[in-house]
């Protein structure tokens, strides 16, 4: 009996202690993401030491797995429940489709307090606006359309670093005769689409970029120039490894990193391997802008959007991070991790590496005339089922040696029609 | 007097007891109509709407159902499932037969032996699926094993051919699956009677003609089990196909399962994923109500 109350005493005790927590707890943001990675996970601790300093509560809900597929099932069963979290990892044109759903908040108070209107580019702020009000921030550009260089590699095979598709082609066929696997690279649909979008970029310029992934228009879809761009695609697949099925990037950017392989067409997200790995941009590795899209900028900018939230303390907290996501400290240690460019114009870009200094100067040139695009293979272009529509007719094409470029394009339209 | 006094003091025990099975029934009842017939339900309701992104209630008609028939990669998937339940339905059931007619010969270890066989079922497919994804890389398996011995012809690369890649799934898949179908066999053989082997041998059968005409045909329930669960095994495959080859090269191993995962949840077409998820319910349907109905109507009989 003793101990029975004893016991009660003690669970009646340890009840207690949470809730004169919670009653003095201070507002509490939760942010759902799939930062998960080495180099993402230690920026996210950046922003959570942050928000932790300036007296709130950091709450994470990390979803890892199938590139955010995951993290969304799980935001969009929450936000149907009634229950969303305060941030989450959300970009491109699936701001609007959740701003339609009008769960978003205003962040118009911050925007105005830290001057955010002067501190974006126009086209990124146009982004984090749903009806005209700022609905999310954004965290860092992304520039899709690099060519990573292994420089070793391209001294032993004697090849050049290649400025034009033309130059590109001797220089893969250089390293093929030198017993090197040209182009690393992995067989899953997304990487597929990121070379296409290169290609198409380089072929068609930003214009005919432009006309084709975001306007859909039927003619440039099924033009010459379009036709032109498949048959590029399939050229290059035969400087890709065979047996690149199901590969993740990473591995393929493994294979240029230990010179097995010469060069990799990514994202600048590959940076971070390399950094990983040790290597220093400029001296162990070169990033020149993929052949023929030297002016042009393919962007694939992250972002979080904020849920309208109900308790007091909660908004507070949210309002921080919003502040936060955005001031220099947070930008620097983020974006160098993540191998991406600052959103902020006004940043001194000393402390990043020469990849980023040259990115950020072709980000300036480029939102001068029309350089600056979506990315379509990153969904900032289209939404989520044309992108999967112009994916599957990608990605069957480039694993299909004997796919006709003429066909390709009358399927593409077929079935971005479809899906629209 | 006594006998009232007793019933009265009985009753509210004996409407408890009355009760109690349905009460303790209900919650699994209750959890069985919403997560599984009310979720069929509301599928069925999505797949004729223009549900995108998020659930919505705009009637579309059949327009959902149409865009589907209109999908290449709807119908490689459905090729895919086709081809690949086929072969996966037949090996398994030919291999699992052979193995438990050769196990039934009392032979020494038959435990041990039996062990190995089944064991591959005690994994998961996600297992199954890895482990067969780096045997049969072409860059680090068999294919790259044999040719480092000096077998320098040799190669196995169907993981990576766009027009042999089904048939990878179905060799890990009947790896998997054919030593539970020896066991079910097995079992089968055990209940045969022994009299009527001996009757047969007495005739001069010689032992072939004896399983394939007297003891194979009376295994028929048997049979039947086994087409069951492999055809449910074959139609609702997804672990395997996205452990071992994410649906590629391209989308040329994709099969059902796959398309409405990938459709409904990470492409934002909920309305036509849902028309594929209703569309696979009806192919197990097909199946599924002919052999409920047969095996009813055989209870009744009895």
Redesign the interface.
């Known amino acids: 009996m003793n101990a029975i109350n004893r016991l009660a005493a003690v669970v009646s005790l340890a009840s207690l202690l949470p809730l004169s927590a919670l009653a003095a707890e201070p507002g509490t943001v939760e942010v759902t993401h799939w930062w998960t990675s080495g180099g993402e996970k230690a920026a996210v601790d950046t922003l959570r030491k942050q928000i932790e300093q300036d007296g709130f509560v950091w709450k994470d809900n990390a979803v890892a797995g199938?590139g955010g597929?995951a993290a969304?099932?799980v935001l969009?069963s929450r936000?149907?429940a009634g229950n969303p979290p305060a941030a989450a990892q959300v970009k491109g044109p699936?701001i609007q489709?959740w701003g339609a759903?009008g769960l978003l908040t205003n962040l118009d108070d911050v925007a105005k307090a830290n001057d955010w209107d002067a501190l974006l580019p126009t086209k990124v702020a146009d982004i984090m606006k749903y009806d005209g009000h700022y609905v999310a921030v954004p965290v860092n550009i992304h520039r899709v359309n690099w060519l990573w260089i292994n420089p070793q590699v391209f001294a032993k095979a004697g090849a050049k670093v290649p400025t034009t598709l033309d130059e590109l082609f001797a220089a893969a066929d250089k390293l093929k005769a030198a017993g090197f696997v040209p182009l690393a690279h992995g067989?899953?649909?997304w990487q597929d689409s990121t070379v296409f979008e290169d290609v198409v970029l380089s072929i068609l310029g930003p214009k005919g970029y432009h006309a084709a992934f975001v306007e859909l228009d039927e003619k440039t879809l099924t033009g010459a120039q379009m036709i032109e761009a498949f048959s590029t695609l399939q050229r290059l697949g035969t400087y890709m490894?065979?047996?690149?099925?199901?590969r993740d990037w990473n591995v393929a950017a493994a294979e240029v990193i230990n010179g097995k392989a010469g060069m990799q067409i990514m994202g600048d997200w590959a940076k971070s391997e390399w950094t990983a790995a040790g290597k220093i941009a400029g001296k162990d590795y070169e990033c020149v802008a993929f052949p023929g899209t030297q002016g042009s900028f393919a962007y694939n900018i992250d972002s979080l959007v904020m849920f309208r939230l109900k308790d007091e303390n909660d908004i507070k907290a949210q309002n921080d991070l919003a502040k936060v996501a955005l001031e220099p400290a947070f930008q620097t240690v983020f974006n160098q991790n993540k191998g991406s460019l600052p959103v902020r114009q006004d940043m001194d870009m000393g402390p990043f590496d020469a990849c980023t200094q040259k990115s950020a100067a072709d980000f300036k040139a480029a939102e001068q005339g029309d350089g600056l695009q979506p990315s379509m293979a990153h969904n900032m272009a289209t939404?989520?089922?044309v992108?999967?529509a112009i994916f599957?007719v990608v990605?069957?094409?480039?694993?299909?040696p004997k796919a006709d470029p003429a066909k390709a394009v009358k399927?593409l339209d077929s079935?971005i029609k479809?899906?629209k | 007097m006594s006998t009232i006094a007793v019933l009265n003091k009985a009753s509210p025990l004996d409407a408890l007891q009355r009760w109690l099975p349905r009460l303790v029934l209900a919650p699994s009842m209750l959890i069985v109509l919403v997560g599984f017939y009310g979720y069929i339900l509301w599928t069925f309701v999505l797949s004729f709407t223009n549900s995108?992104?998020?659930?919505s209630y705009k009637w579309v008609g059949l327009a959902q159902y149409a865009?589907l028939m209109?999908?290449?990669?709807w119908w490689v998937a459905s090729k895919n499932l086709l081809l690949f339940g086929g072969m996966f339905i037949g090996i398994s059931l030919v291999v699992g037969v052979l193995l438990a007619v050769l196990l039934d010969q009392r032979i020494r270890r038959e435990g041990f032996i039996r062990t190995v066989y089944l064991y591959p079922m005690a994994l998961s497919m996600i297992v199954t699926g890895t482990a067969w994804?780096w045997l049969l890389?072409?860059?680090l398996g068999l294919d790259k094993m044999l040719r480092d011995w000096g077998w320098e012809g040799f190669r196995l690369?169907w993981?990576?051919d766009?027009d042999r890649v089904v048939y990878c799934l179905v060799i890990a898949a009947v790896w998997q699956a054919s030593g539970f179908v020896m066991a079910l066999f097995l079992a089968g053989l055990r209940g045969v009677d022994p009299s009527i082997i001996r009757a047969a041998q007495v005739d001069g059968a010689s032992l072939p003609t004896i399983y394939l005409r007297i003891v194979l045909p009376s295994l028929r329930p048997v049979f039947f089990s086994a087409l069951m669960i492999l055809a449910h095994i074959a139609i609702k495959s997804f672990d395997l196909v996205a452990a071992m080859?994410?649906g590629?090269?391209?989308?040329?191993s994709d099969l059902p399962a796959m398309f409405m995962y990938?459709?409904t949840?990470?492409?934002?077409?909920m309305g036509m994923g849902s028309a594929s998820a209703i569309l696979m319910l009806g192919a197990i349907l097909a199946i599924l109500v002919p052999y409920l109905y047969s095996e009813l109507r055989s209870k009744r009989h009895e």
């Open positions: 199938g597929a969304m099932t969009k936000a149907v699936d489709d759903l067989g899953q649909p490894d065979p047996n690149r099925a199901g939404s989520l089922a992108q999967g599957d990605t069957n094409f480039l694993n299909d399927q079935a479809s899906a | 995108s992104f998020m659930p865009r209109d999908n290449d990669r994804k890389n072409p860059g690369d993981l990576v766009p080859t994410a590629g090269p391209g989308y040329a990938s459709f949840f990470s492409r934002g077409q």
